[in-house]
């Protein structure tokens, strides 16, 4: 498949607007190969070879493969992803009404590359929570269409536009939903009412909180004369999440196998469902049946943190250590700091590139500039978590954090060939 375009990642970008539709989007594809939901609450009755997902929070998923050979003695093979992307959010009380137009306050989450958001069609799509029939409910909304924007100031108005400012995320980032026509203001939780009686047919419905991100409603699409990118919203990390899941549905049921995708990795995973939680090894500590065979098995165990690496711009090269510069279409990428920012080690890279040497599969590496910071990913910190040998890797990618991303779309067959092998292989180091 490494060297095919996929419309079936263009397919789920469009299908996962949030971190919960990622989710649902993955847990429906993973039901439809087998797979049999957990509910934490419940009482596991695990069968030998059997096949589970588990969700948290409706935004992080875990997917279990238990294989032929004991995981004890053989260790499990873990891919890592991050089901979250930079965006802006709606604060709890957002409307705003100024000059005649109805506007929604919004809080920025994650390092978000801000400028790109003006002037974009916006959608808004995520988790309302609210009573119905005395039952409080929650459900996934998405308006699918355009139905916000935030316009540029015209440069006549602000003539060092294009030398640069700095944008403020209070005053300036608020969407311009409507034009009021009467009214002096709007009810936001009344409009999250008539869109549950749309999708869900769900009347009367007192909307009591949510989770809602803007996103671009244009579709993820491959561009270039020849095809040769892919370019969407949130490639940072659902390429990675949407690499491992077909990954690990066409991988044999030699050894057991993990895909675990969790929520908050752009604000430092430091919650309940995030790679700083204890989600994972939960999971893995109930599937394992003694503290004992927990250790032994994290221990013959490896990680792949696989998340978005930044390809080498023509336009600004020298941001780049020049011995390090990823290229798009070259292969996924293997993350190094000696900061420990990458959980990489000698040993754990040497397994990768001889994986992919194995697999005919390019393969590159990347450090930061001595003179400028890192960015980190979950591999530090599920590593810290678990003490299980971890590498992190990742698809060439520009514009990172921008509401349109761009990767090689080569890159995705290389990257699934990749994960594959590795759920595949029969040793680890």
Known sequence: MHNTPS?????????????????????????AAGYQALDERETWQLQPQGRYYVTRNDSSIIAIKLGQ????????RMVGAHTDSPCLKVKPQPELSRHGYWQLGVEVYGGVLLSPWFDRDLSLAGRVTFKHNEQLQSRLIDFKHAIASIPSLAIHLNREANSGWAINAQ???????AQ?????????RALLADQLQREHAISDACVLDYELCFYDS??????GLNQDFIASARLDNLLSCYSGLQALLHSDDQHSQVLVCTDHEEVGSNSACGADGPFLEQVLRRVLNSEEDFVRCIQHSLLISADNAHGIHPNYADKHDANHGPLLNHGPVIKVNANQRYATTSETSSFFKLLCQQADIPVQSFVTRSDLG???????????????????IGVPTFAMHSIRELAGS????YLVSALQAFYNSPQLP
């Open 374 to 392: 890192c960015g980190s990913t979950i591999g530090p910190i599920t590593a810290s978590q678990l003490g299980v040998q971890t590498i992190d």
């Open 69 to 76: 050979h004991d995981p004890v003695q053989h260790g499990i």
């Open 7 to 31: 419309q079936g990642l263009l397919d789920f970008l469009k299908r996962s607007p949030s971190p919960f539709h990622a989710t649902q989007s993955m847990a429906e594809a993973l039901q």
């Open 218 to 223: 244009q579709p993820a699409a491959f561009i």
């Open 180 to 188: 009021l026509q009467g009214e002096t203001k709007k009810d936001f």
């Open 171 to 177: 005053t300036e980032l608020p969407p311009v939903l």
């Open 410 to 413: 080569k890159d995705l067959g």
